[in-house]
Every structure is written in structure tokens, then in C-alpha cells.
């Protein structure tokens, strides 16, 4: 009788892996490496690594007169553009003391939501797209394009709308924008029901999502995460609803905060969905305030060179992803001494590190796709 002895290593024994995804090329959309250490197909444990795409926006702003950091905030979350403008110049605005003619606050109210709405449709075509479902993605597209022609006719811009000012907006809409403008929300609105219907109400895609990569209200809280996110794990919180600003303490008939409790995957989406078509609500209300209201200024006549009094102050936003927050610190001078960006995607990542673990490697995607984040916005 003959023995043999056959080695087979560590094989033997299961034995952890620690795999890294990403980070990807430079030139990308976005770079982020998650840290993976794993148990066979399980995800033991996940470390979010964030920088390689460090932007310095916050020193920078140190050195830019108060006009020039508009330029520097438009850009982290691209996704979001007006947005991000809209908190830096309102942080200003506070600090001056500054009153924003009428005019100009309901257009801001209105171009916010409609750059949410853009925001918002990127997410709703990627996400099934990253899922294997391509089709989403050209339907998100038709219709970004058609909100994206309006939003270029009055800034200039497709991505980067610079239209933001302190003490208002660059300059008064063109002659007609407002009937073109509520033609294409009409448009958008009644074509709105193929992401129901294509999307959510998919066998596949409901399989892949429900269930799986469950956000708990305590995490939540513990990281700071905000926006459709934490919204989807039954944290009902909308600074629109709970500290208005802009013209939203007068759209609360028409604001609708959506929530769910499931904090999953799926929750996640519906609540974006969902909000899309409010935000859509709100921007037909917005034309209907802005057809009744007399001609007026656009926004205030402010000296050549322009400087905050000495102070502090925080301003912030209900973003498309989530809150963001901007403490503005001043010496008097016409440059910022300290501007701290509070980015909602910053937060929002961090909730991987709890997310993950427990996983299948095959699941990852699906729960990286559904917190909805812009890597500039992380690395600003």
C-alpha cells in the first residue's frame, strides 16, 4: 500500500484576502479605492480611501477675492454646480447683511431645483446602467438634455453656470425663458414614468437592490450622512422643510419630503425618484410665482472691490446629495481667511466602512451605486 502526500498550501485553511477596487486613471469621472478584506466571497471589512484627486478648493479660497471663490465652488460636486454657488454667495450674503431682491430669490429657488433635477437623472440612468440595464441611461439623457438647454440659455454654461452673484444673479432672464422653460419641465414630467416603470417596477433590478446593503438611522447619525440617503433610512430631515431658506418657506404646500424606512439599496432609489418629480413640483410653482411678480432687480449694485466685515458666519444648503455647510470666517480683508466646506458626499462615503462588511463581493456595486456620490465632492 503506497502513501502520498499532496501539499496544498494555505488553501487548506480559509484565509482572508484583501483586495483593492480601484483607484481608476486620473482622467476619469471620479477616483476611489475601497480597501476590501475578504472571507471567501464575504466582505469582512472596507476602508473607503479618499485624496487622489485633492483639489485644495478650501485653501484656495484664501486666496480669491469674494467674486472669484463662486468659480471655485461651482466645481467639487459637478453634478450640482448652481448649488454649490448658490451657499458660498448666500454665506456672503449673510455676513454683509445683504438683502436679495425678490426677483432674484425665486429664480435661484427655481434653477436649484432644476439643477437637483438634473443631478438626480444622472443618478436614475447610471445606477441601472452599473446594474447591467443600459436602456435607463439613454431615456436620463434625453431628458438632462432638454432641462440642460434651458439652464444654457440663461448662464452660458452646460456644466459650470457661474450664475450665481453676491447680492443676486449675473443678469435678468432672456426674453421668453419662462414659457420655454416650463415647456420643457412639462416635457421631462410626462415622460417621468419610465423610471417606474423601467426601473423600479423591474423584476431583475428589484431583485438586485431590495434587501441588500441596509443603512441603519443610528449609522445615519453616527457619520453624518444626509440628503436621499439618510432619508431612505427614515431619517426625515429637509433643511428646505425644517430651516427654509430661498423662497421655500413659501413652497411648503408643494414640498414633499420622501422617506423610507428599508434603508436599503432600493429605498435609496425610490427616494431619489421620487424626489425628482417633486423637485419638478417645485420648479412649476417657482414659474407660476415668477409670471406674478412686477419687474424688478435681478441683484444689487456692489462696489468695485468687495469686502466682508470682520466675522464669522455658517450658511447651508439642501444639496442634491445631501447638506452642505460653509463657515465663513473674515478679517475685514476682500479675500476669505477661512471658508470650510461641508460636503454631503464627503460624509455620505464614510458609511461604507459599515455598509459593506457582511456583503457579497457581488453586492458591492450595488450598494456603492446607490449612495449616489461625486468623487469631487469627497476630494474638494
Not at 279 to 296: Q, S, T, Y
Amino acid at each position: 500500500m503506497t502513501e502520498t502526500t499532496v501539499g496544498i498550501g494555505g488553501a487548506a485553511e480559509s484565509t482572508d484576502m484583501v483586495l483593492n477596487i480601484g483607484p481608476q486613471h486620473p482622467s476619469t469621472h471620479g477616483v476611489l479605492r475601497l480597501r476590501l478584506v475578504l472571507d471567501g466571497e464575504r466582505i469582512v471589512s472596507a476602508e473607503p480611501v479618499v485624496g487622489y484627486m485633492h483639489r485644495g478648493a478650501e485653501k484656495l479660497f484664501e486666496a480669491r477675492d469674494y467674486r472669484q471663490i463662486v468659480m471655485l465652488a461651482n466645481r467639487h460636486d459637478w453634478l450640482s454646480a448652481f448649488s454649490n454657488e448658490l451657499g458660498v454667495v448666500m454665506a456672503v450674503e449673510r455676513m454683509l447683511g445683504m438683502e436679495v431682491p425678490e426677483r432674484a430669490v425665486w429664480m435661484r429657488t427655481l434653477l436649484a431645483e432644476l439643477n437637483r433635477v438634473l443631478n438626480h437623472l444622472m443618478f436614475l440612468g447610471s445606477y441601472p446602467l452599473e446594474l447591467g440595464g443600459i436602456t435607463p441611461i439613454f431615456h436620463a439623457f434625453r431628458e438632462r438634455e432638454e432641462l440642460q438647454a434651458v439652464m444654457e440659455e440663461i448662464s452660458g454654461g452646460r456644466m459650470h453656470y457661474m450664475f450665481n452673484r453676491v447680492g443676486g444673479l449675473k443678469e435678468d432672464l432672456p426674453a421668453g425663458w419662462l414659457d420655454r422653460a416650463r415647456a420643457a419641465i412639462a416635457d421631462v414630467n410626462t415622460r417621468m414614468h419610465v423610471y417606474d416603470d423601467l426601473v423600479r417596477g423591474n423584476e431583475i433590478f428589484r431583485a438586485r437592490t431590495r434587501g441588500v446593503g441596509v443603512l441603519s438611522a443610528e449609522a445615519v447619525h453616527a457619520y453624518g450622512v444626509s440628503g436621499p440617503i439618510a432619508r431612505a433610512s427614515g431619517v426625515d430631515f429637509d433643511l428646505r422643510r425644517d430651516e427654509p431658506y430661498l423662497a421655500y418657506g413659501e413652497l411648503q404646500d408643494v414640498l414633499k419630503v420622501v422617506t423610507r424606512t428599508e434603508g436599503d439599496c432600493l429605498a435609496r432609489f425610490e427616494v431619489l425618484l421620487e424626489q425628482t418629480h417633486n423637485a419638478l413640483d417645485l420648479a412649476v410653482a417657482c414659474l407660476d410665482r415668477m409670471a406674478e411678480l412686477a419687474p424688478g432687480p435681478i441683484n444689487q449694485r456692489l462696489p468695485k472691490v468687495l469686502k466682508a466685515p470682520e466675522g464669522e458666519t455658517y450658511a447651508w444648503t439642501e444639496n442634491p446629495l445631501g447638506i452642505n455647510g460653509y463657515y465663513l470666517v473674515s478679517k475685514g480683508e476682500k479675500t476669505p481667511y477661512r471658508l470650510k466646506l461641508r460636503s454631503a458626499s464627503y460624509n455620505n462615503i464614510q458609511a461604507l466602512a459599515v455598509l459593506l462588511p457582511g456583503q457579497l463581493v457581488a453586492d458591492m456595486v450595488s450598494i456603492l451605486g446607490s449612495l449616489f456620490f461625486v468623487v469631487g465632492d469627497i476630494d474638494k
